[in-house]
């Protein structure tokens, strides 16, 4: 059973556009929920991350906006550019219980961004 | 500089060798992880360890060992008996309680052949 859903599973998207990345739960244990970047051949970097306490953070032109009631979170890229094409995935974790610290990845979004 | 080295960076093996792919971290992160990704799936776990000397399986661990003798270094065999071992795998650590997430290595892409 996957523990995080993320859709779409690609995306186009033409330059200066919004790009939005969607992504929903069912374990309300769940506490951290990071979105991380990866360009081919390389691991994925952390982009920027939010606790359910708030239901935004921004950083830049990446936002993300979270709705605990309806389990689901979202990566908003404004303005977006060529070089933000990569696959982004959304993830989440628990700092309680046995799987303490293990994050759960969604299956990704390959985003590409037209010039 | 802190990070994660993952080495080789490119692998070939012939089908029925194991394979040992190495990480280390000078992170000083307590917790390690391996994780295979393929098209289309995402990230898979295999294994991941919270502490030296301790280990547990992760979703996908048929067919791979790990072991964690010293907090900076987490090897992940391949052996014979995975079915499929062709992938790109990464290599994950972070601190205990989960503040700044996963730094992640610039994986090793594997080849059977």
């Known amino acids: 059973q996957q523990q995080v859903k993320q859709s779409p599973q690609s995306l186009i998207v033409q330059k200066g556009g919004i790009s939005i990345i969607n992504c929903a739960y069912e374990n309300t244990a769940f506490d951290y929920f990071p979105w991380y970047q990866q360009f081919p051949g390389k691991g994925p970097a952390l982009l920027i991350a939010?606790?359910?306490?708030?239901s935004e953070k921004k950083e830049g032109r990446f936002t993300i906006s979270f709705n605990k009631s309806a389990k689901q979170f979202s990566l908003h890229i404004m303005d977006s550019q060529p070089g933000d094409s990569a696959t982004y995935f959304c993830?989440?974790?628990?700092?309680?219980?046995?799987?303490?610290?293990?994050?759960?990845f969604g299956r990704g979004t390959q985003l590409t961004v037209w010039p | 500089d802190g990070g994660i080295t993952q080495s080789p960076k490119y692998l070939f093996r012939k089908e029925g060798q194991n394979v040992t792919l190495s990480c280390e971290q000078n992170l000083n992160h307590d917790a390690m992880y391996w994780y295979r990704q393929d098209p289309g799936q995402g990230l898979r776990l295999i294994y991941y360890?919270?502490?030296?000397?301790?280990?547990q399986k992760g979703d996908i661990a048929e067919g791979y060992s790990v072991s964690r003798e010293k907090k900076e270094s987490f090897p992940l065999t391949v052996t014979s008996a995975q079915k499929n071992p062709t992938a790109f795998y990464l290599c994950a650590s972070s601190p205990r309680q989960m503040l700044y997430g996963y730094t992640f290595g610039s994986g090793t892409r594997l080849t059977v052949v």
């Open positions: 993830a989440a974790s628990s700092d309680r219980g046995s799987t303490l610290g293990r994050l759960y």
């Open positions: 360890s919270q502490i030296v000397n301790d280990f």
């Open positions: 939010i606790r359910p306490d708030v």
